[in-house]
């Protein structure tokens, strides 16, 4: 028994490609049948892909900032003040040695001991850390949303389909909303707005 023989059909040149439906994938960046700008597509595609950051790994970010900002230390106005003081008194030194003036030699001396001490201790010294809680180190968008940004955020949602399936697992997360992520719904909302 054999299978089914498959002839060639002629092929007619007036006729038109077959119009059937194209099946679309299941997830789509941007709906094919609205014409969506550019600035929308890239807000919902930093909406989508807004990643959750728990307290400690926030708080290890601030910590390192901390470490990388204390080592530069810039010359402050008292700190030149006493490295003018030690010239000066090593120049007065000079000058009573100049002089045979003893009173005025000791006084130079004095003067850029003294002012050499001070300097050096406070160029030695180590980098204050600060005591501040690292809430307070925050830059703006990762500082944790207030009330009355969850409550856009809730608004939002109900307005917008798109910023709705975005945000429903952000509710169920252990990973707390902060300013950036309602920043980030306001952005599409404004990007569909034009």
Known sequence: MTGPVLRPVASDPTARPSSAPVALSRFMLYAPDTAETADTIAARRALMSRKGVPVDE???????????ASPVRRVR?????????????IGTAWWGSQAHAQALL????????I??????????????????????DYLPDEQLATADDIALLRRLAQADKDIEIATAAWWRDTDPIRKGDVRLALDLQRAKLG
């Open 106 to 113: 000791l006084a130079g001396y004095a003067i850029a001991g």
């Open 58 to 68: 926030m708080n290890q970010r601030v910590r390192r900032r901390r470490e990388q």
């Open 77 to 89: 106005w008292p700190d030149l003040v006493l490295a003018c003081v030690v010239v000066a008194g």
């Open 115 to 136: 002012a050499l001490v001070v300097l050096i201790a406070r160029v030695a010294r180590p980098p204050t850390r600060s005591d501040r809680p690292l809430e307070h």
